[in-house]
């Protein structure tokens, strides 16, 4: 979707360093992504214990070989 925002000059350059973005879109491509990322995170984490018939993370890990 094209769309046009104003978007300030110094949040879009540390957004582009941070992200290693080579172009403007670019960087707001991935800090969109990154947002969606950690909301979603967020969301599960909200959830976390909330479901008794689901295996606790711990159990998993052992399952895994992890712990």
Known sequence: MKTTVEIP????????ELTGAKTKKEAINRAIE???RV???RAL????????DFM???EILKLRGDH
Request: without cysteine.
């Open 56 to 58: 606790p993370s711990e």
């Open 39 to 41: 909301a979603g995170q």
């Open 9 to 16: 000059e110094d949040a879009l350059a540390r957004t582009m």
């Open 45 to 52: 984490a909200k959830m976390k214990g909330k479901y008794p």
């Open 34 to 36: 990154e947002f969606n």
